[in-house]
Every structure is written in C-alpha cells, then in structure tokens.
C-alpha cells in the first residue's frame, strides 16, 4: 500500500503538467516486486531520459496507461502483469494529495520542500486535497484479509505516516487480525527525522494515529557507521535504548531489537536478515 503524495522530479511533472496520479513509488513497488529483477523489461522500466526531463519509461507507461486502460488501478494492474509481479500494489488513495509539514523549529513545509529541507526533524504531517480524501477500496480490503501489517521500511514522515493519515486506513488495520509490525530505520535522514531516537519514531507513529496499534517494533542493534564507500561523512544510526524499549513495551508494543544491517551499506536494511525477523513474528 503506497502514499500517494509524492509531488517532486519525474512525478510532480507529470501531475502537473498532465494531470496523472503519481507514478513513481508505485513504479518503484512494482519493479521490485518483479518476478526477475534483471529482466530486461523490469530493468526498462528504471531507465531515465534526460533529454525527457528525466522520466522514467515506467513512470510514463503508467501515467499513459492511466489515459488508454480506463484509470490507475487498471494501468497498476497491466505493469503487474508485465512484469510478473509477485503479489499486487495498492495506492492508499486516488485522490490528488499534497504532504504539508511542521518542523520542529516551528515552520510550515508542503510538498518538495520537504524533502529539500535540512535544518530540522519534522514533527507533524498532514494531507492536503482540494476534494475529500478517500481511502482506494481494494487495499482496504487486503489490510483486512492480511496476516501480517509491514510499517516500513521507508522514510517515516513521507512514505510510513501519510499512509496512515488517509481516512479508513487505520480504521481497517485495527478491524484486521494482522499482527502490525513497525520496522524502524536503521540511520537518521537529515531534514526528516534528523536527530531522532527508535523512541521518537515510535511516538510519531503514535501521535499521527496509532496509538496501540503497533505489536512488534523491529529496531537494529546500532552502532555509528561511516557511509559506504566514502569513510568520510558519518552516517548516525538511529539509536534505541533499554530505557526506551522498556517505554515501548509499556504500551504493549513487543520491541525486538537484532542486526538488520546491510554491512557494506550501513544505511541499508538486509534483506535476508528482515524476512527471519518477520518469519519470528510470524511464528510467534
């Protein structure tokens, strides 16, 4: 399930300018989602033109599917096929939706600027919409039939939150049996959480809307780590105590807390190590 309020690059040009839904994260679900991540079609699908004011094939297959096929859902679903998906892409909603945010200096951000800012971490998010906002249907529907609930990986202000600001969203993650697992960023990003601890994660997702709603918080066992490639700028590495594990699971909140790290990029969580965290959860 993808938020839909992505308004810079490649898809803030093709709302603007020819009205379609935002493309991009969705695109970005759907190819790793592939069935063959180095098919040569799923690899088309990430190439960019720059003398095209740097689209993506994929963002302009669904944007102009969007216009041939009957709407977004359908051009979804035909990208799906293409490329063999495993498993489907819902947007949280349809609607047109713009991110506004408050930083904890006290300004007001909306859209781009967000992410291009840096000074401060955010401490409030909200939608924007000319129309009433309506959660899309069928990902109601698959929250409610789900087993597990994933909240993240992602940036957790832009990606994680809005999702749970569209009306209905919370309301079907509560009316699901789901275990709801929040997974916490391995490092800081500046100008959205910079700064902030696994804690002040958790308390955002509280104070946007889910309060006990949250079962297992999967956090790494972290420690500072230069980025990748450069030893030069240190990554800061989101930090999680016994103090605050022991606030968490004071409400009712199982905080697990293991290497999750990609070693050789330490902002990157590990795919193999993630997916025996949830099996965990699962088997719990």
């Not at 992505?6 to 969705?26: F, K, N, V």
């Amino acid at each position: 399930v993808v938020a839909m309020a992505d308004d810079g690059g490649s898809t803030g040009i093709l709302r603007d300018q020819a009205g379609a839904t935002a493309p991009g994260d969705i695109r970005k679900c759907i190819t790793a989602m592939a069935s063959d991540a180095h098919d040569p079609l799923t690899e088309a699908f990430k190439v960019r033109f720059g003398f095209a004011e740097n689209h993506t094939l994929g963002n302009l297959m669904l944007s102009a599917l969007e216009v041939t096929s009957g709407g977004f859902p359908q051009a979804i679903a035909i990208c799906e096929e293409l490329l063999h998906a495993r498993g489907h892409v819902y947007p949280s909603t349809l609607n047109r939706v713009t991110l506004v945010a408050q930083t904890r200096d006290g300004r007001m951000l909306e859209g781009q600027a967000i992410a291009n800012h840096s000074r401060t971490a955010l401490r409030k998010v909200a939608l924007s919409s000319e129309e009433p906002v309506v959660a899309y249907g069928p990902a109601l529907e698959a929250i409610r039939e789900s087993d597990v609930v994933v909240l993240g990986p992602g940036s957790l202000f832009t990606s994680i939150i809005p999702n749970l600001l569209v009306p209905g969203i919370n309301d079907a993650i509560r009316a699901s049996h789901a275990r709801v697992v929040f997974i916490c960023s391995l490092a800081d990003m500046q100008g959205e959480t910079r700064g902030m601890s696994a804690l002040e994660h958790y308390q955002a997702l509280v104070s946007h809307g889910a309060a006990g709603m949250i079962d297992y918080m999967i956090a790494h066992d972290a420690v500072d780590a230069p980025i990748a490639g450069t030893g030069e700028t240190p990554v800061r590495n989101v930090d999680i105590s016994r103090s605050a594990c022991a606030e968490i699971e004071s409400q009712g909140t199982h905080v697990m807390v293991m290497d999750l790290v990609e070693h050789e990029h330490p902002t990157w969580h590990d795919p193999a190590k993630l997916r025996r965290a949830l099996s965990t959860v699962l088997n719990a």
